[in-house]
């Protein structure tokens, strides 16, 4: 007996044309979802994202194939999605065979179905069935273990306000469908295998072969029309379930990565003429581009973003899921789109809500430090948590609806160009307590321009590392000069907070005075000044070679320049700067450093890409933190201390170092935890 089998068993022809009509159904219900999502994403503006198609494409398809970013930080979810995708794929692969065996080939007098193709074809499918139900299995384990970020509460609302039950019925609907028509393919191949009175090569078919041994040939010949039904009729509701549900990731998810910018974040869109006479900021759907508006539905809910967010941990009405699942709504309600499970409000809405206000509150808004780790955390490419937060903001500033602290740093900046509103003569005050003369690079020249920043160069608590900076690179023969007062404050932080205006005039500003000045290179101890300059100044006209100072001084090291003669006995732990490590990669010169300088490292458990902001980003450094429950500085000297074995935190940014070491204090850790800068390190080793 020639090993095949028959597609339509014992099918009597009206049941196949029902067949075929339902699918036709499916398929319109399918198209119609992806169109009415087309059409949204058309109303949003460019996004200038069709560049090297191809490239982008098989890139995004190596992340999908391998998980990758799903794995990252969970490697369970990573497995079980793993085995879902490829079962899926390969099930998805065997199902359009079938068909077009069966609906096109045979016409040609074709058959692929059969002989030794048939065999591997039964195995290679049968093992990929099973995998594909592992993997189902596995997720619904993992959503019944309760983890917090599953229960889709807010942040921001207490629980009687809204009503999110039917995101969980989405999961629910989607991993049990799914597995259901998993387990019903092999009901149906062991029926269907029973009922042919069992022919050995149906061995080829493992999984359907012990089914049919459990069932006799008469029972199973009845069972297997009702139970292909069963499984027919579920796949079709699928396939129409997918553009209105959790389900449309699968598509959606691919597109999203494939058109993702990985430059999002670092650096920001400039306000548009056009935008500019409507808005600095968005305030309508239509302001968001297509990509933004696609970020929006490619959501799954997995929660990492909301369980990696700082302003969330510090007990702040912000969670960057929510801020896209709002957005979300937002859009599907301003757009008319279909959405079917979706979350609803106790009270009714404004007729016309204004997006930063209403749909996303202004103290959510104002939460966020803008530490990329929702952006890192996604799993599936969406990058613009925090950009809608910035592109809100703006629309918050030309309103005036800030806090007064900020409102202060940002006109100090416009009037003194610095946050600290002192004047420009006092810039470089810091460098009377040094025994030598830095060059003005404004007037004569050096191989490097070394951007100070306003916390190294006003604060007080800050002053003597940056003495030390200067001292240090002076022992190593660096040829270095400062701006003096013609520097001024980056804009890295007050672009972040909103302030469009004010970030260009300084952008401006420090590059007219960077090209009056004489320097190769540029090094800074700030790590969000380095991030502006590097990947913000160009677009203003400003290219620059610049070195975050631990990049500057292993690379001193490695020359032999810098030499440590005195091996430092300390264990310690390094806190990976969010501009540094998470915006630019820069996470292994710090660490070479710490080694050559012979102290024993103890990493965090959220460290490097994955490390915790100390909550000064975004200009939250200037706003009042009063009301958290937790400062995220705090939960970090927290989780620095539970190493048990680590006594000193270091950290290469002035930020940080004023944050954490007032988080010492307040945590009452000062007798187990110094807050020092490497810099610190560096003098010390250098004997
Ligand atoms: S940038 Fe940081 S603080 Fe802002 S929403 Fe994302 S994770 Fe939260
Ligand atoms: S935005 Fe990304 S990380 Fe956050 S819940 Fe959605 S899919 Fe998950």
Redesign the pocket.
Known sequence: MEPTREIYRNFPDILQYAFYLIAFLACVTFIYGFYRKYKKYRKGKDANRFNNLLKRFLKAGAIMGKNSTVFKRDHYAGFAHWLIFWGFVVLLIGTAIVAIDHDFLRFLGIHLLEGSFYLWFSVILDVFGVLFILGLIMMIVRRAGGKP?FDYSRSDLDAAKYNRKGYSTDDKIFLWLLLLIGISGFVIEGLRISADGMPAFEQWSPVGWMIADLFNADTANTLHLYSWWGHAVMVMIFIAYIPYSKAM?MLIDYANLMFKDDMAAKKLARVSEEQQDISMGYVAMTDFTWKELM?FD?????????V?CPANAAGTPLS??DV??DMRSHSNECFNTSEWFKQSFAEAKKEKPSIAGDVISTDRLWSCTTCMA?VE??????NH?LDTIVNLRRTLVEEGDMDDMLQDALANIGDYGNSFGQSERMRAKWTSKLDFKIKDVRKEPAEFMWFVGDFASYDAGIQDLTVKVAEVMTKAGVDFGILYEGEKNSGNDIRRAGEEGLFEMMAEDNIETFSLSKFKEIFTTDPHSYNTIKNEYPEFGGNYAIYHYSGLLLRLHEEGKLKFTKKLDYKVTYHDPCYLGRYNGETEAPRKLLEAMGVELIEMPRCKENSFCCGAGGGRVWMDDSKMEERPSEIRIKEAVALGSADHFIVCCPKDYSMFSDAVKTTGNEDRMEVKDIIQLVEEAMG
């Open positions: 970020q990731h970020d490619a959501c799954t809910k997995c929660g990492r973003c909301h990696a960057p899921r896209i699942l929702c955390a996604c799993p599936v490419g969406i948590h």
